[in-house]
C-alpha cells in the first residue's frame, strides 16, 4: 500500500510525503513453504498432444516388435502350422486423446496395413510353405489410458485395447484347401495382436513424454549472482471431461536469501481453477513468485549501483558532480492479485545520487507498481514479463551544494530510468521460475488473470 501525506500551512504550502508499507501476514524466505503450481491441458492442448504422439509413433519399429511375438501360431503335428511375422508396413498414424473422468480415451488409426508371414505347414504329414500378406486399408486401435504420478513423473497405461481392422484381406497362395482356412484364421489374429501389442507397449510411453512437461521441472539455476534452487513435488493428477489436470507444491531458496521475508498468501489448489479453457492452463501460486523475490531482496540481489553514464540523456539532469546511483530496495517486491488484475509492487526503492567522493547528493523513494504479463516461448514454456510501471516518488533528501535541484517532472523521468534496472532484474528472476510447458505445442497469446492468491494464465493452442 502507499500512504502519501500532506502538511499545508495556512499559506497553502504543500509538503508532500509519500512511503510505502507492506502489511499482512510475513513468512521466511528459509525456502521450506511449501507453494502450489498447476498445470491444466483441455481438449484443444490434448488434441495437439495426439498430433505430436501420433508423429513420434511413426518412427516406432512395429515389424522388430512383430518379430518378437515369433512364432505367432506353432501347432505340429499332420495338419499344422508354424507361422512367424517377417515385416509390417504401415502408412500414416493419427492419435486422439479424448478425456473423460478418470481415464484418457485414446483411439489410434493406421492407414494402409501390411504384414507379410511366413508359413511351415502339413497336410496328411506333407509339408510345405507359403507366404501369407495381411492388408487392411485402416486399422482401430482404442483404448482408455490411465494416468497418475509416479517417481516424480506422470505415469500413463493402457490396460487393455480392442482391434478393428478395414477392408480386411488376407492372401495365402497357393496351398491346399485343408489348411487354408487355419492359415486365414491365424494370420489375422497375428496381425491383430502385433498392432495391439505395439500400441499397448509404447503409446504409454510416448503418452508420458508428451505430457511430461505439464508437471513443472526443479530448477538449479543463478539467479542474478546468487544460487537459486526450486523442488517440485508432485502430488495429483486429475482426469475430466475438460482435460487433465496435474498439481505439484513446490519450494524455492536463495542462496544467502535466507533471513528475508515474504508477504504470504496462502491458498489451496484446485483443478477447477483452470477449467473452462481448451488450451492449456497455469495456475501458480502469489506465495511462489513472492518467496523467490524476497529471497533475493534479503540477499541484496535488487541493489545495484549504476554508473550515471549509463542513463543516457538523463544524466544532464543530474548534479554534474554526480557519478552512480545507488539502488537499495527497502521492502521486498510483492506480487498481489485484484480481481481480474495482477500487479507486482517494489515499495520505496531507494536512489541515492552519488558523487565522486561517495558523498550523497540526493536521495529518492521510489515505490512502483506494474502489471505482470505473460507469453510462450518457442519451446512451449510460459514467462512472466514485466509491463508499464506506475510510479510514486519523492526527494527524501537533497544537498544544499547541489547544483541543479531536482524537480518532481525530473524525478520522474529518472525514475523510469532506473525502471529499466530494476525492470529487468525482476524480468530475470521471473524466467527462472519452475513453470509447466508443453513440447511441440505451438501456444498463442496467453491470458493473464489473478485469481484466488494464485497467478492464472490461459494459453490457447495454435
Known amino acids: 500500500s502507499i500512504i502519501e501525506t500532506h502538511a499545508i500551512d495556512k499559506g497553502g504550502h504543500d509538503v508532500r510525503d509519500v512511503r510505502a508499507v507492506l502489511a499482512g ?70 492419435v486422439a486423446l479424448t478425456p473423460d473422468t478418470g481415464k484418457l480415451g485414446a483411439a489410434v488409426d493406421i492407414a494402409n496395413v501390411t504384414i507379410k508371414l511366413h508359413a511351415d505347414f502339413k497336410v496328411a504329414c506333407i509339408g510345405g510353405s507359403t507366404t501369407i500378406t495381411v492388408t487392411s486399408s485402416k486399422a482401430h486401435i482404442k483404448g482408455d ?52 501389442k505395439a500400441i499397448k507397449n509404447k503409446l504409454p510411453g510416448l ?37 487433465i489436470f496435474v498439481a505439484a507444491q513446490t519450494t524455492v531458496a536463495v542462496t544467502d536469501g535466507e533471513g528475508g521475508a515474504y508477504l504470504a498468501q496462502p491458498a489451496a489448489l484446485s483443478a477447477t481453477m483452470l477449467e473452462g479453457s481448451k488450451g492449456f492452463g497455469v495456475a501458480l501460486a502469489d506465495d511462489l513468485v513472492d518467496q523467490l523475490l524476497g529471497g533475493l531482496w534479503a540477499a541484496g540481489a535488487f541493489d545495484k549501483s549504476v554508473p550515471i553514464a549509463s542513463v543516457g540523456i538523463l544524466a544532464a539532469l543530474l548534479d554534474a558532480d554526480a557519478t552512480t546511483l545507488d539502488i537499495k530496495l527497502a521492502l ?82 529518472l525514475v523510469t530510468s532506473a525502471w529499466g534496472v530494476l525492470g529487468d532484474q525482476a ?26 492468491a494464485f497467478v492464472a494464465a490461459d494459453l490457447p493452442v495454435m
Open 145 to 196: 489410458l490411465t494416468a497418475d504420478v509416479a517417481s516424480g513423473t506422470i505415469a500413463t497405461a493402457l490396460p487393455s485395447a480392442s482391434v478393428t481392422l478395414d477392408n480386411f484381406n488376407v492372401d495365402v497362395g497357393g496351398v491346399p484347401s485343408a489348411i487354408e482356412s487355419l492359415l486365414d484364421g491365424q494370420a489375422r489374429t497375428a496381425a491383430q495382436n502385433a498392432l495391439t
Open 25 to 94: 501476514t510475513t513468512a521466511p524466505t528459509a525456502g521450506q513453504t511449501a507453494a502450489p503450481i498447476g498445470a491444466r491441458a483441455g481438449t484443444d492442448a490434448l488434441a495437439a498432444i495426439g498430433t505430436s504422439v501420433a508423429h513420434a509413433a511413426e518412427q516406432i519399429d512395429f515389424t522388430a516388435i512383430a518379430q518378437s511375438m515369433n512364432p505367432v501360431y506353432d501347432n505340429g503335428g499332420c495338419l499344422g502350422a508354424k507361422i512367424n511375422i517377417t515385416s509390417v508396413d504401415l502408412g500414416a498414424i493419427d
Open 427 to 452: 524480468g530475470t528472476a521471473l524466467g527462472n521460475l519452475p513453470m509447466p510447458s508443453i513440447a511441440g505445442v505451438t501456444l498463442g497469446t496467453p491470458t493473464v488473470r489473478g485469481s484466488d
Open 207 to 243: 503418452a508420458n513424454s508428451s505430457l511430461a512437461g505439464l508437471l513443472a521441472r526443479p530448477v538449479s539455476a543463478d539467479v542474478l549472482g546468487h544460487a537459486t534452487a526450486a523442488t517440485v513435488t508432485p502430488t495429483e493428477v486429475t482426469l475430466t471431461p475438460g482435460g
Open 332 to 413: 521486498p517486491p510483492t506480487v498481489t492479485p485484484s480481481g481480474a488484475d495482477l500487479s507486482l509492487a517494489v515499495g520505496d526503492a531507494i536512489i541515492t545520487v552519488q558523487a565522486a567522493s561517495g558523498a550523497p547528493l540526493q536521495q529518492i523513494a521510489l515505490s512502483i507498481k506494474t502489471t505482470l504479463a505473460a507469453g510462450p516461448t518457442q519451446s512451449g514454456k510460459l514467462t512472466l514479463t514485466l509491463g508499464t510501471p506506475e510510479i510514486h516518488a519523492m526527494v527524501v533528501e537533497q544537498a544544499t551544494s547541489v547544483s541543479r535541484p531536482l524537480t518532481d517532472e525530473q524525478v520522474e523521468g
